[in-house]
């Protein structure tokens, strides 16, 4: 499917470039030549079975890899494979249009991502995608794999059960079949995947489990027993002749090479979307100021090592706000009941009919990309707070949140807003700050955009 997935690029842009030259450049399309389209032929094939080499070496054909780990294999593989063609179509001198090239290597990703979830779903449906799977260990420990694995469900991995390892052990014996029907969802697990889950006192009978499962050939992973450490970069070394592994943890933020990395991603990005999208800023700011009052609002937010600023908002709520809130929760108990309990009101009739629509299409917060260029804020990161949440949500978190700039966006953004718990964003943002990595910033931005659009949790 790879394979073909880039082929089918490849000819999709060629007949995109020869359509498009001749309106934008009024050049005739290069590559003409039978001799000049073989040449261009033979270049893709050697660099398309460059690619399926690169991908079959980061395991994305023996291994079920997360989407956003494959993604980022994926469009690595592309970058390197955009500027060898363009090395050797320097080298080679071949007469080729710099347009196919571009636009063959650009949607490359696209094409290599979308035949793989087309081939997931076909697999899927022959019922040859999904791999029966048990989760060994005890049941709250259980659900939050479970959990990790409906975000992931490229994956595929169907869980069938919980068992304990003890359970386990003595329901199978040395060939790895069972011997004992004590569960039923104990089966032949030579043939599924087998996750452990132990807690940190689990570890002696989940070490045994473990040479038993490698002594029949099953398959199996293990989830680390601890939480709230770094997991991205996360390195296995090994020591020869010794049964010793060591998980060697790095907190990527910690270092000023990232976080220089990090501000030039926020300054570059920035300054193009605000280019990008002034007309878009324009007709905002020309609506919310119909009403007569200001364009902007700018609400004391904490930020990076406890620094106060102005974060910047289009104005959503009328000029006379404060004035209509004391009417309404004067004349009307539930709502004042309302606003005592949350400090927000469901029906808020403060808020402007542009403003509703700016809020819930997230618009209102462009503004906040002139924060990011000024320094305040980035593009990605945990969620602006006040003074007050820092105190009595984050507790012994806020020195993550302290650590780094807040952001636009964040993983609380794309996994719900307002649907999820005050506690899971805490942990979102917590996540975030201890396995920040470019990448990262670079996927969370992509999934902001279906987010936004689906208004999925939007306030």
């Given amino acids: 499917m790879d394979a073909a997935s880039l082929a089918l690029v490849s000819i999709c842009a060629f007949a995109t470039a020869a359509w498009l030259s001749p309106v934008l450049t009024n050049r005739e399309f290069m590559l003409a030549a039978d001799a000049a389209i073989e040449q261009r032929a033979a270049t893709l ?18 291994s079920r890899l997360p989407f956003w780990i494959e993604m980022k294999h994926v469009v690595a593989t592309c970058v390197m494979l955009l500027l060898a063609d363009a090395f050797i179509q320097y080298v080679t001198r071949e007469s080729l249009s710099r347009s196919w090239l571009l636009l063959g290597w ?8 979308a035949g793989r979830a ?11 995608w999904r791999l029966p799977t048990i989760v060994v260990g005890e049941k709250a420990r259980a659900d939050e794999v479970i ?54 006192e689990e570890m002696a009978d989940f070490a045994h489990l473990a040479r038993h499962l490698s002594r029949v050939g099953a398959e199996f992973s293990l989830v680390l027993p601890f939480r709230e450490v770094p997991v991205f970069g996360l390195e296995v070394q090994h020591f020869l002749s010794s049964d010793i592994s060591m998980l060697k943890m790095r907190h ?9 990395v990090k501000r030039a991603f926020d300054v570059v990005v920035s300054a193009s979307l605000l280019v990008f999208l002034a007309p878009l800023l324009l007709v905002c700011a020309a609506l919310v100021k119909l009403d007569g009052g200001p364009i902007l609002f700018a609400h004391e937010r904490v930020g990076r090592n406890r620094k106060p600023f102005g974060c910047l908002k289009f104005r959503t709520m009328a000029p006379n706000a404060k004035s209509l809130l004391e009417a309404l929760l004067a004349c009307d108990p539930a709502a004042a009941e309302e606003w005592r309990r949350a400090h927000k009101l469901t ?17 209102d917060e462009l503004p906040q990309l002139f924060n990011v260029l000024r320094g305040d804020m980035s593009l990605v990161g945990p969620r602006p707070i006040v003074e007050s949440e820092l105190e009595t949500h984050y507790g012994e978190s806020a020195h993550f949140y302290l650590q780094t700039r807040p952001g636009i966006t964040g993983l609380w953004q794309v996994s719900g807003r307002s649907s999820t718990t005050y506690g899971r964003r ?13 990448w990262y910033d670079i996927a969370i931005l992509l999934r902001t955009i279906p987010a936004v659009l689906a208004r999925r949790g939007a306030a």
């Fill in 106 to 113: 650009a949607f490359a990703p696209v094409g290599v991502l």
């Fill in 45 to 62: 094939t050697f660099l398309f079975a460059a690619a399926l080499c690169a991908f079959a070496a980061n395991g994305h054909y023996r």
């Fill in 426 to 438: 805490v942990h979102l943002d917590v996540w975030y700050v201890r396995n920040w990595s470019t």
């Fill in 147 to 200: 959990e990790a694995l409906s975000l992931a469900p490229e994956l595929g991995l169907q869980v069938r059960g919980i068992v304990t390892a003890r359970r386990f052990l003595r329901a199978t014996g040395a060939d790895g079949k069972v011997v004992a029907i004590v569960d039923p969802l104990l089966f032949d697990h030579v043939n599924c995947f087998v996750i452990l889950a132990p807690e940190s």
């Fill in 252 to 260: 990527n933020l910690d270092m000023p090479f990232t976080q220089f």
């Fill in 118 to 128: 087309l081939a997931r779903r076909a697999l899927d449906h022959l019922g040859l």
């Fill in 347 to 363: 029906n808020d009739p403060r808020v402007t009919p542009i403003g509703r629509f700016l809020r819930t299409t997230s618009l």
